[in-house]
């Protein structure tokens, strides 16, 4: 008998098993309630006394080794299957996944976008990195304006003379040199101006420039243009347009959008007036069309330019410009449930 014992003890040490099933069906053959152990136990008060000791030796022996090889075999499979990394304990709970959220930004530059893509505007684009000619010159700046001095740009290198672009209205000169008119785009992007950081200004931020080129295109389509994006955009349905001066438009406008006057907040923004200034517009100068090979006699057109923070700012009530640059997961995670 305990030749038999010794026997299943060798059994049990070279068993192996490569499934979970495989383990528990060797668990149960020889510990389950009707297993070989249970047998040789239920066996013991039949076997003679002199013989007990031994006996019991051999079986208790067997269970070590049976309980130890059911252990050393699971233990086995489970860190196999973490190294392939899938099927762990399904049974475990999942590992919490973030979802990210879109930079404020980029949410108001698309719906910018939609709304103007919405009524035939593409989108174009141009570099950060401009010359004199593209962010000054062509746009009707005469040499000596004060826009170019040092103090607003950022020059990369002079002579010729290589800069940060200001404005986003030099992918206007870049568009009408590779386009023919009817020409509809909008062209946002990030601009640079050497100014001092503060609540209200930032050296880098960014715009959406507007261009509107046909034939026949007057100031009045300019204004209902506006006023269907200030629609969509804000809700807000009153405009006005004030004389203003830009060196590539002719004649200019400040558009401000009525916000009202409903809330406290609205007076504090509004400085009590219930008007915002939003933009700035006007007709494209003919001196910038020929500049870009466009006919004046045979075209005209709108020109228009936003700053997207500022309008970021107004919709999402958010006091410090410099909340943008930050990338403070506290404030980024608030515009999760937004586009
Ligand atoms: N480029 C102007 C700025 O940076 C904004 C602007 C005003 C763009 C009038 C235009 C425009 O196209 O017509 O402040």
Redesign the pocket.
Known sequence: MIDKIKGHIADVESFNAKTKDEIEAFRIKYLGKKGILNEYFAEFRNVPNEEKKAFGQAINELKTAAQDKVTALKEELENSQEEKGVYGDLSRPGEPVEIGSRHPISIVKNQITEIFSNIGFNVSEGPEMEDDWHNFTALNLPEYHPARDMQDTFFIQTDPDILLRT?T?SV?VRYMEENKPPIRTISPGRVFRNEAISARSHCIFH?V?GLYIDKDVSFADMKQTILYFTKQLFGKSKIRLRPSY?P??EP?AEVDVYWGLETETDYRITKGTGWLEIM???MVDPNVLRNCNIDPQEYSGF???MGIERIAMLLYQIEDIRMFYENDIRFLEQFKSAL
């Open positions: 404005h209205s206007q715009q420039e830009f590539f438009t200019s700035g517009c006007g020109a228009f330019g």
